[in-house]
């Protein structure tokens, strides 16, 4: 079964750090366009980073400069590190792969920074 398992998750007072994975299951992780999203409650979903197969990082203006994406394809795992949290930071997070318009959601996990 092809699937994509999200983990780190917590809770976390504001100003500090998470990292979250994303762990691949049965399939050719090095093929995908990767990405992290993530909602809010009442939110809509919102892109919040994305890598490429080759590497290029991209990030949302609300979080460029406190995280980082970053990627092992022999791991079949990609990372989100999460530095100096905000309270406005708190939501589901949710990984992506997409391939030629394919696309594949874990099923979140949920990072809660307190004020």
């Known amino acids: 079964q092809v699937q994509l398992v999200e983990s780190g998750g917590g809770l976390v007072q504001a100003g500090g750090s998470l990292r979250l994975s994303c762990v691949g299951s049965?399939?050719?992780?090095?093929?995908?366009?990767l990405a992290w999203y993530r909602q809010a409650p009442g939110a809509q979903r919102e892109l919040v980073a994305e890598?490429?197969?080759?590497?290029?990082?991209d990030y949302s203006d609300s979080v460029k400069g406190r995280f980082t994406i970053s990627r092992d394809n022999a791991k079949n795992t990609v990372a989100l590190q999460m530095n100096s949290l905000k309270p406005e930071d708190t939501a589901v997070y949710y990984c992506?792969?997409?391939?030629?318009?394919?696309?594949?959601w874990g099923q979140g996990t949920l990072v809660t920074v307190s004020s």
């Open positions: 992506k792969a997409t391939r030629f318009g394919y696309y594949l």
């Open positions: 049965n399939m050719i992780f090095s093929n995908y366009e």
């Open positions: 890598i490429s197969s080759g590497g290029r990082t």
